[in-house]
């Protein structure tokens, strides 16, 4: 991917979403995130539990109202967004994938129902006929067959219901989703079949991917660029490749390091960094700053000359 | 540390259960032992019998089961024709279990301090304050920090990866023979995951229990087990040692397994995945069950199961692929990458073995 002449679809700068504000129990979920998502890109969202993921993207697809901030959706601002046909296109245009293929499909709607909601509320069809058509081409395209149709949830298998997931969220004819640890529920062999299909959607109709996930080596696998939560804080992006070979923040490196590998050698001999939160504490105040073209750390203006220092001791060309 | 002891023997086990729509056949003849103080994982894909084999051993099957043959061997006992009473002893201080999730195995309503003491009361007869104390001793071992201060409070007042460390701490504290993990960490974050892993293979070291491990997670198997058993619709089809199941797997079901999860190297377009859904149990296939989705099935792989064939003293697979008389096929890419590796391992050690022969004779002349 070239990322110069890359083309911006999402631009979120400053968001922050506090929940309880004001009151004993305040949580600061996002606090002041800022990046980029460009047109085509899966961009991968990683961070331990409670570090974020879900509420960023929930802010982003304005599940919730931001507490600050701006979110850019091709150029137009979501947030306060008061014309009701724009905010209309928005919710066509962005759709999202639940974890859990289990909770997130109604139990008493047959199959065709629930994947037309998105035809049906956005009258995308013409007739019976044509609404029947559309639901057998996406069960087709995720790989069920038109028999399914009448069939309930509860009648498939967890990778079979997480394609009905994603059948419901292709409907519409999206161009961006947001897939919140689509495949976390699934057995090994059923998540290679969800993550080939995703990657091979995603080069058919042009889509843009916020993958959200814990599996650090799947995240690797299927994302152009990748960014670090923790406590609601972004702590560094770049592409997965340099993430993965050449973190630069303390809390990547020992996240990485903490990632089981399917080989038992390596795996005797992997040391675990122990993490030191010294260049997170809240005494000075942090940005992500660009160290090496296109690879970002949270840091502050005194400590970008050892960012600066890590990157070239690990051979990379300094911004 | 691992010994040649086997403490647990699991023979030709059988197990169905009664439904409405007939008798699932879960458990189709699986037989495997453990050796005290390893890590034997079980494998395989969901559906495939990893957890009702297990509660097999605790002799806590579900109600509607039947146990259509075999023996569970555990110090010259058959674990299948206890009583409820040697069975309630067995499962509070010889074999213990931990689960995926930690509230399924914690009383909301009793203080942590009191649920850990709990099964040295009930089954070492240890008096209240010295079990007190004892279980304060076992919240420090678990990384429960100010354990003091923390040994009153209820289960909900802790963090997930917490709960765990106290399930663990409950599940050990009787130093059992066995413990049986069943998606121990599947819940969790990698970095709380590491940390209980560590501190399973710590306590392991101390007290040398044997651990049942059962995951899908293949990075945490490659990391926590010795040896392997690789299940496939109520079979074991392949078992190894970690370094044979991972560098030379000869079943192709493992195949399929080791190759559908991505490493942080795997750069290609697409990932192997096994094709199709795993088969009925209520009406398991004729043949090898695997056979409908091997993209390397053969003909009498439909019409006849295939039997273990030996790979070495350690290894076995029931494929026939290993017959003498069977095609030779070529196994997926990263297959052939870690069988290369094998073969370099394999090397590496041969070479020692002879160098510290020549040394030996050295030193003899
Ligand atoms: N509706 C809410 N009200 C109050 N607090 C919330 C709410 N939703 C999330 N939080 C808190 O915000 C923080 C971030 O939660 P979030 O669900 O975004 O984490 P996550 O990174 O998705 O974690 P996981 O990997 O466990 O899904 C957590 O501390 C959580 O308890
Ligand atoms: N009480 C029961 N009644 C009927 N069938 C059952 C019962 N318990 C388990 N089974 C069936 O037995 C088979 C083996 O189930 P088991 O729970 O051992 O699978 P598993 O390998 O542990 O899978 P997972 O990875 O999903 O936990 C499955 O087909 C399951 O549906
Ligand atoms: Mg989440
Ligand atoms: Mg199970």
Not at chain 2, 61 to 71: E, F, S, T
Not at chain 2, 209 to 228: E, K, Y
Not at chain 2, 229 to 247: L, P, Q, R, S, W
């Amino acid at each position: 991917m070239e990322l110069d002449n890359a083309k911006k679809v999402l631009e979120v700068k400053h968001l922050k979403q506090y929940f309880n504000v004001g009151k004993r129990d305040e949580v600061k979920a996002v606090d002041d995130i800022s990046f980029d998502i460009y047109e085509g890109e899966t961009f991968g969202l990683v961070g331990e539990s409670g570090s974020g993921k879900t509420t960023t993207g929930r802010a982003i697809i304005h599940l919730y109202t931001p507490t600050s901030g701006s979110i850019k959706f091709n150029n137009q601002e979501i947030i306060g967004l008061k014309d009701h046909q724009k905010m209309q296109q928005f919710r066509r245009d962005m759709q999202m994938i639940f974890q859990d293929p289990y909770a997130s499909l109604n139990p008493r709607m047959k199959v065709k129902d629930i994947v037309a909601e998105g035809i049906d509320i956005n009258h995308l069809a013409k007739d019976d006929a044509d609404r029947s058509k559309q639901v057998a081409d996406l069960l087709a395209t995720v790989g069920l067959n038109r028999d399914h149709a009448s069939r309930y949830p509860h009648e498939f298998s967890g990778g079979q219901r997480q394609r009905i997931g994603i059948a419901r969220a292709l409907a519409v004819q999206p161009k961006f989703i947001i897939a919140d640890e689509p495949i976390s529920a699934l057995d090994v062999s059923i998540q290679a079949q969800v993550v080939n299909l995703l990657k091979q959607l995603q080069r058919e109709r042009k889509l843009t991917f916020l993958f959200i996930a814990h599996d650090l080596s799947m995240v690797k696998y299927i994302s152009d660029r990748i960014g670090v939560l923790h406590y609601g804080r972004m702590l560094e992006v770049g592409t997965s490749d340099e993430v993965y070979n050449h973190p630069l923040h303390d809390y990547t490196r020992s996240l990485l390091s903490a990632v089981p590998v399917p080989d038992p050698e390596y795996e005797r001999t992997r040391t675990q960094i122990k993490y030191d939160p010294k260049y997170e504490d809240g005494s000075k105040k942090r940005e992500l700053v660009e160290i090496v073209p296109h690879h970002f750390v949270q840091c502050s203006q005194d400590e970008i000359p050892m960012y600066q220092e890590r990157a070239k001791e690990m051979g990379l060309s300094v911004k | 540390m691992q010994s040649n002891e086997t403490i647990l023997a699991v023979n030709h086990l059988k197990i169905n259960f009664n439904t409405y729509a007939g008798k699932v056949k879960a458990i189709r003849d699986v037989s495997f032992d453990l050796k005290k103080g390893e890590t034997l994982a079980i494998v395989g894909e969901s559906g495939s019998g990893k957890t009702v084999t297990t509660r097999s051993i605790m002799g806590m099957l579900a109600n509607n089961a039947v146990v259509d043959g075999g023996n569970i061997q555990f110090h010259d006992k058959d674990v299948l024709k206890m009583s409820e009473r040697e069975l309630e002893n067995l499962r509070g201080a010889q074999i213990a279990q931990i689960f995926q999730d930690p509230m399924t195995s914690l009383d909301p309503t009793m203080r942590i301090g009191r649920q850990i003491a709990e099964p040295l009361m009930i089954h070492k007869g240890v008096k209240k304050e010295k079990a007190m104390a004892q279980a304060l001793e076992m919240m420090k071992l678990v990384g429960i920090t100010d354990a003091e201060n923390r040994i009153n409070d209820y289960p909900h007042q802790f963090s997930g990866g917490m709960r765990q460390r106290i399930v663990i701490a409950i599940a050990l504290i009787n130093y059992p023979e066995i413990l049986i993990a069943d998606e121990p960490t599947t819940a969790l974050d990698v970095t709380i995951q590491a940390q209980i892993l560590n501190l399973m293979r710590e306590l392991q070291d101390k007290i040398s229990t044997s651990i049942i491990f059962i995951t899908h997670d293949l990075g945490v198997v490659a990391g926590m087990a010795d040896r392997v058993a690789v299940m496939y619709a109520g079979k074991i089809v392949e078992y190894g040692t970690v370094d044979e199941i991972f560098y030379n797997p000869k079943h192709p079901y493992t195949w399929g397994l080791l190759s559908s999860m991505p490493t942080l190297d795997t750069n290609s377009a697409e990932l192997a995945s096994i094709p199709g859904t795993p088969p009925d149990l209520l009406d398991p296939p004729k043949g090898d069950a695997f056979a409908p989705r091997n993209p390397y099935a053969l003909k009498i792989d439909t019409e006849q199961e295939p039997p273990f064939f030996k790979v070495s003293d350690t290894h076995y697979a029931a494929t026939w692929l290993l017959h003498p008389d069977a095609p030779k096929v070529t196994p997926p890419d990263q297959i052939i990458k870690r069988q290369e590796k094998f073969a370099e391992m394999q090397k590496a050690a041969l070479a020692k073995a002879q160098h510290h022969q020549i040394e030996e004779e050295e030193e003899q002349q």
